[in-house]
Nanobody
């Protein structure tokens, strides 16, 4: 099993920045990919960003490209989502997720952290 715990969400003004953290523990050797997703009220959950557990290229949703950055601190087993130039439409619950190797679905999910961007 893998455990994920997000933190860092809060209320912020438009144009501001936030850094979300996702602490990863458990069978981390089974993870090949980490992702961030978000779900706004009344909307479906959507992909935000992803990166391989080891070194590799990152990917982003078009809506956040150039503003958000996903990264990992290997020593701390923590994945970050740096969010800059936040917009009211970024308001959502943000979830960290882990995908096991040789699978196509994200298996492990955190509890989510609320990000609210005021205009």
């Amino acid at each position: 099993q893998v455990q994920l715990v997000e933190s860092g969400g809060r209320l912020v003004q438009a144009g501001g920045s936030l850094r979300l953290s996702c602490g990863v523990s458990g069978r981390t050797f089974s993870i090949c990919n980490m992702g961030w997703f978000r779900q706004a009220p009344g909307k479906e959950r959507e992909f935000v960003a992803a990166k391989p557990w080891s070194d590799g290229s990152t990917s982003y949703a078009d809506s956040v490209k150039g503003r958000f950055t996903i990264s990992r601190d290997n020593a701390k087993n923590t994945v970050y989502l740096q969010m800059n130039n936040l917009k009211p439409e970024d308001t959502a619950v943000y979830y960290c997720a882990a995908r096991r190797c040789y699978t196509t679905e994200y298996t492990y999910w955190g509890q989510g952290t609320q990000v609210t961007v005021s205009s």
